[in-house]
T-cell receptor, first 114, second 112 residues
Framework: SAVISQKPSRDICQRGTSLTIQCQVD?????MFWYRQQPGQSLTLIAT?????????ESGFVIDKFPISRPNLTFSTLTVSNMSPEDSSIYLC???????????FGPGTRLTVL | QQQVKQSPQSLIVQKGGISIINCAYE??????FPWYQQFPGKGPALLIA?????SEKKEGRFTISFNKSAKQFSLHIMDSQPGDSATYFC???????????FGTGTSLTVIP
């Protein structure tokens, strides 16, 4: 398995500002994923982040709004830019650990935009 | 388009009863089917997973039943306990792609 931590765990932000969420893994992983989970809803993949290459975004998500960095094999950041109340959600980091089939999730960052 | 369809949306079960959650998929390329358990304020945690080469997998009180021809799989929680009250998500993925497709979730409440 993999142990994943996220910072911050929650935040309340003003409209128009940006927030950067950090994800730290206790082992080196090739693939990291960022998900959004709106209250009471399922998980929606935002993008896949591989170390050393540009993130791959899913339909409906763009780099200008959700820039991602992946500087090494244990760390990634997701920025939510120019926030609006519609961005209020839980943002989850996930990794696919080496030699396993599954994804492991961090505890999430609960974002509220006023 | 929802790649994995999950039902029911919510479920209430008496303590000691059996909880059953169902999922269906269309993409025959899927070959890995995990179930996740999520408590409020926490990230999803892997509960149990199955590959299509077996029809059933059991871990403690949790069992996955898999019907490849019907493209359906289900989670059975035996002797349900109040501590099992959580949201459960099924998912599917294929070796050729790394993306996991999640169901819409089932909110399970086990009443004492």
């Amino acid at each position: 398995s993999a142990v994943i931590s996220q910072k911050p765990s929650r935040d309340i932000c003003q409209r128009g500002t940006s927030l950067t969420i950090q994800c730290q893994v206790d082992s080196q992983v090739t693939m990291m994923f960022w998900y959004r989970q709106q209250p009471g809803q399922s998980l929606t993949l935002i993008a896949t982040a591989n170390q050393g290459s540009e993130a791959t975004y899913e339909s409906g998500f763009v780099i200008d709004k959700f820039p991602i960095s992946r500087p090494n094999l244990t760390f990634s950041t997701l920025t939510v830019s120019n926030m609006s109340p519609e961005d209020s959600s839980i943002y989850l980091c996930s990794v696919r650990a080496p030699y396993t089939d599954t994804q492991y999730f961090g505890p999430g960052t609960r974002l509220t935009v006023l | 388009q929802q790649q994995v369809k999950q039902s029911p949306q919510s479920l209430i079960v008496q303590k000691g009863g059996i909880s059953i959650i169902n999922c269906a998929y269309e993409n025959t390329a899927f070959d890995y089917f995990p179930w996740y358990q999520q408590f409020p304020g926490k990230g999803p945690a892997l509960l149990i997973a199955i590959r299509p080469d077996v029809s059933e997998k059991k871990e403690g009180r949790f069992t996955i039943s898999f019907n490849k021809s019907a493209k359906q799989f289900s989670l059975h929680i035996m002797d349900s306990q109040p501590g099992d009250s959580a949201t459960y998500f099924c998912a599917a993925s294929s070796d050729t792609g790394n993306q996991f497709y999640f169901g819409t979730g089932t909110s399970l409440t086990v009443i004492p």
